[in-house]
Nanobody
């Protein structure tokens, strides 16, 4: 079993930064894809970013490219989403997810992810 726990959300102003963390416990294999998704009320959960097991490759949705950076520390079983220049449109509940069947092929399809965290709220407002 795998457990993912997000932290780091909060209320910030436009232009501010936040760093979200996703801590994994349980199954010990570090070879999995880690991704972040976000969701606002009444909308589908959307892909934000994903990273291969060794951190060698990443993928970002266009709206966050150049502002968000996804990284991971396998020694700490933790992934980090650094979010800079936040915009009001970034307001959402952010979820991390793990795909344990792939470790080098990135996917934006939420159906491919096996485990999910409980989510952390990010609110960007002036």
């Amino acid at each position: 079993q795998v457990r993912l726990v997000e932290s780091g959300g909060g209320l910030v102003q436009p232009g501010d930064s936040l760093r979200l963390s996703c801590a994994k416990s349980g199954r010990g294999d570090i070879r999995y894809i880690l991704a972040w998704f976000r969701q606002t009320p009444g909308k589908e959960r959307e892909f934000v970013a994903a990273i291969t097991w060794n951190g060698g490759r990443t993928d970002y949705v266009d709206s966050v490219k150049g502002r968000f950076t996804l990284s991971r520390d396998n020694g700490k079983n933790t992934a980090y989403l650094q979010m800079n220049s936040l915009e009001t449109e970034d307001t959402a509940v952010y979820y991390c997810a793990a795909d344990i069947h792939r470790y080098m092929v990135l996917t934006r399809n939420k159906e491919e992810y096996d485990y999910w965290g409980q989510g952390t709220q990010v609110t960007v407002s002036s």
